[in-house]
Every structure is written in C-alpha cells, then in structure tokens.
C-alpha cells in the first residue's frame, strides 16, 4: 500500500531534502501551502512536478482538520516555521501562532480524526537557550532565549502531552543546524559560501558579519532529514537530539568557506554591530548517542564536506546568473 505523508513548510529547505527521501521511499506526497503566502515552488526544483499540493491556512483548524480527513496521511512532518530566530523578536504573536498553534491544530486534528497518523515536529536546539550544561542531548533543561525558541518548546510540549494523554504517536526531533546549497542566505553557512563564491569570481570585495565566536553544531540536512523519517518508523515515539557532536565557531566556518576558492578570509571579513545578537549562545551542540542506538543514525556529511558542496554550488549560481535550476548532484541527493 502506498503510504501517504503531508509536509507543512515543503518549500523550505528541509521539505525538499525531506520530500526526495519520501519518494524515494515510493510515498505519495502532499505538501500543504498557505492561500497566503506567494507559493514558492520553484524551490521544490525537480521535485515540484512529483509532490501534490494541497492549499490551506495554517491558522484554520476547521481546514485543517479537512485536509487530514481528506488525505488520511500515514505521517505528518510539521515543518513550516518563520525560522530566521532575529525575526521572531519582530512578530513574537505571529511567530508564537504559526509554530506552537499549528502544531497544537494538526495535533488536535489527528486526535479529532481518530486515524493512526504518526506526527512528527520540528524542534529545535533554540529551545535548549542559555544551555547549563554541554553538549545537549534529550535529557537537558530548556531555558528559551527569544520567542522562536519558545514557541518551539510550546509546540513541542504539546507534542509530549498529546502522546501522554491520547495516546497518540507523536514525536520530535531537536535539531541543531543544518545545512545545504537550499539554505536561505540570511543563515550564516550560505551567507558565507554565497560572499566566498562571490569574492573569487569579483562581484564583491567583503563580507560584513557578526560575532565571529558565537559557536554552532552544524551537519547536512540531507542527513537530519533521515533522522526524522527513522524517528516515525520506530515502535515508540519518542524526543531525539540530532547533531554531529562537534562544537565550531563562525571563525572556523569562515576560513574553512574562503579556502574552498583558495581564499584568505582575513582580507576581506569585517565586523558590522548589526549582525551582533544579544540573545547569542555559545555552547550548543548535540550529544546524538540516543539517536545512534536507537535510529542507527549517524551524520555521513562531514562540517569541510557541506562548506565545499554549498561554496561549489554558490560559483555555479553566479556563473550562471543566479537564474539556472540547480541541478540535484548540486543538492547533495
Ligand atoms: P526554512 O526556513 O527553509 O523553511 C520554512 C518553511 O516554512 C517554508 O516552506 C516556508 O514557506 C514555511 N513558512 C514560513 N512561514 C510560514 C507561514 N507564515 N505560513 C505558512 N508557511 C510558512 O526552514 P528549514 O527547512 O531549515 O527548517 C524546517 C523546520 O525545522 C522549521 O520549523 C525550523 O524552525 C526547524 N528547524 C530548522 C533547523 C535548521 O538548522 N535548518 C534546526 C532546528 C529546527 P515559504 O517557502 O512560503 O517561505
Ligand atoms: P541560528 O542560525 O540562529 O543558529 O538558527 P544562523 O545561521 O542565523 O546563526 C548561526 C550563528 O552565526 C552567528 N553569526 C551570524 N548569523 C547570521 N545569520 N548572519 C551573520 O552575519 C552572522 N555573524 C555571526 C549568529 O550570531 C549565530 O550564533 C538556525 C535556524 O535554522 C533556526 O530555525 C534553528 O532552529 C536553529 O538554527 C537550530
């Protein structure tokens, strides 16, 4: 039989790492787009003639429950989030509604349903904040930072408490950053491989960035997206830290991109005060021994891998105008 499973946010970055895995796997996929948002397909590249597209507002239960009454999905990824933390200080309520109340809303539309639909929610190593001990894995307090994190960890607790009370099979995954060429370049991996590929082929002469000791745990969504699939096919649903376990600064991200084009990044990185955060972490990174043992997941994409495979493909976008699609081998799949 053909399994059916329904992504939010399958124009973002992991919904195209995530689709590919699916049909791959030979699922039916339905990707569900807001009637307000101008629908970006575009980013689902090769994949936009091969997923279905279902229209519907996040924010409407009543629709919502609809479609999963409609599409009977075998699992749900819940994936759509305003996922640039900076911007959550701008719209904290929008922010707090879109993440927490849309995964409170299909939460309660699987229950409503009564299907065995598996749900999956994307959580986050945000909700982990001002981190009391290091690395992190499930067992680790949360202590929110700034409204992203916290609506996140709204979102997951309702996860935890509808398992527990309805007994539903529902489970996240608390992801620390990942990467990709699909990354939006406001995100510092592809805002530095897009200014090194720019560097090297003389469009631009610098890169303004900000704290440059700020730490992060950072791997390939290719791999992250495996994570979330395994966590839906084992027999109990559960919380999993998924991370490679290796703490870098942005210095290191920096000097690693620049050398990728034979660059010295020193020649030509400068400081600006406005990419400073006063909400900064510095010790995020995961301890994944549980996904290990119990997924048999391990990352396969090593930190100087992805910075080459993002660098690599940021030339080629240049080279060729920014304009030509990018080719799936680009992609990592
Ligand atoms: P992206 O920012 O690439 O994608 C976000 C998706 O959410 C897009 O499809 C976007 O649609 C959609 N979206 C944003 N705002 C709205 C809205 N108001 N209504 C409907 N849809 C909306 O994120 P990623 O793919 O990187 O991440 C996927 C999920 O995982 C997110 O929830 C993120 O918070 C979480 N996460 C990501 C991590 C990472 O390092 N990448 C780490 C931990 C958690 P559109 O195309 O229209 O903008
Ligand atoms: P993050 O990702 O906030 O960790 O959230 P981002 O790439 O924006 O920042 C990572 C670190 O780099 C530092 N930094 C800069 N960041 C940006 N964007 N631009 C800069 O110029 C710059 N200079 C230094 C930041 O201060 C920070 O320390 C990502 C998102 O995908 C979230 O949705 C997800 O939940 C978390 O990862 C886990």
């Known amino acids: 039989m053909t399994k059916t499973a329904l992504i939010t946010g399958i124009t ?3 919904g195209y790492y995530l689709s590919h895995l699916l049909l791959n796997q030979g699922y039916r996929v339905v990707g569900l787009i807001s009637p307000y948002r101008q629908p970006n397909l575009a980013k689902l590249g090769d994949l936009a003639t091969k997923v ?18 409609q599409l009977h999905p075998h699992e749900i990824y819940n994936l759509a989030a305003p996922s640039f933390v900076p911007d959550s200080w701008k719209d904290p309520l929008g922010t707090l509604d879109l993440i927490a109340g849309t995964a409170t809303r299909l939460l309660e539309a699987v229950r409503q349903t009564g299907l065995s639909t598996r749900f999956y929610q994307a959580s986050s190593s945000e909700m982990f904040g001002d981190v009391s001990c290091s690395p992190q894995d499930e067992e680790t307090p949360f202590r929110p930072k700034n409204p992203y994190a916290a609506a996140k960890l709204q979102a997951h607790w309702t996860m935890v408490h ?8 529902a489970c996240s995954g608390i992801l620390f950053n990942h990467e990709s060429p699909l990354r939006s370049p406001q995100f510092v991996t592809r805002k530095v491989s897009l200014a090194a590929a720019a560097i090297k082929l003389g469009f631009t002469d610098t890169l303004e960035m900000g704290n440059l000791d700020a730490k ?3 791997g390939f969504a290719g791999d992250y997206v495996r994570a979330m699939w395994r966590m839906l096919q084992v027999d109990e649903p559960e919380e999993y830290a998924i991370g490679t376990g290796k ?8 000097s690693t991109a620049f050398e990728c084009v034979g660059l010295d990044w020193q020649k030509y990185v400068v400081i600006n005060t406005k990419f400073l955060r006063a909400d900064e972490h510095f010790q995020l990174v995961a301890n994944p021994t549980k996904a290990k043992k119990n997924l048999g997941w391990e990352p396969q994409v090593s930190f100087e891998e992805l910075l080459e495979k993002m660098v690599q493909t ?6 060729n105008g920014m304009v030509a699609p990018v080719a799936a081998s680009s992609l990592g799949v």
């Open 247 to 254: 703490l870098r600064s942005v210095k290191e991200l920096v």
């Open 52 to 69: 279905e597209i279902y229209t519907v507002d996040l924010r409407d239960s009543e629709a919502l429950l609809t479609a999963v009454e």
């Open 314 to 319: 940021d030339v080629e976008r240049l080279q």
């Open 12 to 14: 973002g970055q992991d």
């Open 162 to 169: 509808h398992r527990q009370r309805y007994g539903l099979f």
């Open 216 to 218: 992060r745990d950072w």
